[in-house]
């Protein structure tokens, strides 16, 4: 039994790839989803087939008594989380900051800044060495729009994954004394769909025309990172963040 892995809003996308590949490496998997039942009913099939424990939950990670019930249920069907991968993630809309309609930015702020901090807190008391825990790992999932700004359509959302990853390197030197190593897979641009769901269908293709290796990411590519940080192979992995971009 590798241990116990928590992944927000696993229904779809780099969410659901690392969930199945978490099945596979042997991880009882906890999958949170927001909205999407049959989705996150598919990614829990499929990773059921692999032979491991899993349940699905569904949460609004934005609000913090969802995640309190989220973490209670890992709880009580597979047992207290040892990794926690915060990939529950929105964009937002494509517009340019002085367009942005004041709920877009309170939501974006409110799943990908808020959600993430929640989900650490639950994480931090049960595997905190300092409680009583084993220790653990978490991985946040951000984005290349971290440090590029994305002008014009992202903004917002990219000042909101730019704090998640200055909440992995604060909360990797506040934790790391307590057993729990926090890093960070900043992704580069990843054939989820996710662009055409917020308006912007067109931009997968425009950022593979000018990336250096001339296509996008596939999902599994991000979860494979996230593994490989989640396990004890990244061991002296704290603080980190991993630039999957494929060079852009």
Not at 51 to 67: L, Q, R
Not at 92 to 114: C, I, P, Q, Y
Not at 134 to 154: C, L, R
Not at 166 to 178: C, M, N, Q, R, S
Request: proline share 3%.
């Amino acid at each position: 039994m590798t241990g116990i892995m928590m992944i927000t809003g696993a229904g779809r996308g780099i969410g659901r790839a690392t969930a199945i590949l978490a099945a596979k490496a042997g991880y009882s998997v906890c999958i949170n989803y927001a909205e999407d039942m049959k989705s996150a009913e598919e990614t829990c099939a499929e990773c059921a087939e692999t032979g491991v424990s899993v349940t699905i939950f569904k949460a609004n990670v934005a609000d913090p008594s969802d995640v309190r019930a989220l973490f209670a249920h890992c709880d009580n069907t597979l047992g207290p989380v040892t990794a926690l991968i915060n990939n529950a993630g929105i964009i937002g809309r494509s517009v340019k900051l002085a367009d942005l309609e004041s709920s877009v930015l309170l939501d974006t702020f409110a799943v990908n800044v808020h959600g993430a901090i929640y989900c650490c807190q639950e994480a931090i008391q049960r595997m905190s060495t300092k409680l009583g825990g084993k220790g653990g790992a978490i991985v946040n999932i951000t984005s290349a729009a971290a440090v590029t700004g994305s002008p014009n359509e992202y903004v917002h959302y990219a000042a909101s994954k730019a704090a998640l990853e200055t909440l992995t390197i604060g909360l990797a030197k506040e934790v790391g004394p307590e057993g729990i190593r926090v890093n960070d897979v900043r992704a580069g641009s990843t054939d989820t769909g996710i662009h055409a769901r917020s308006g912007n269908p067109d931009r997968p293709a425009i950022v593979a025309s000018i990336s250096p290796l001339r296509r996008v990411a596939e999902p599994e590519e991000m979860a494979e990172a996230a593994l490989w940080l989640a396990s004890g192979k990244a061991s002296y992995a704290n603080g980190a963040i991993l630039g999957m971009t494929g060079g852009l």
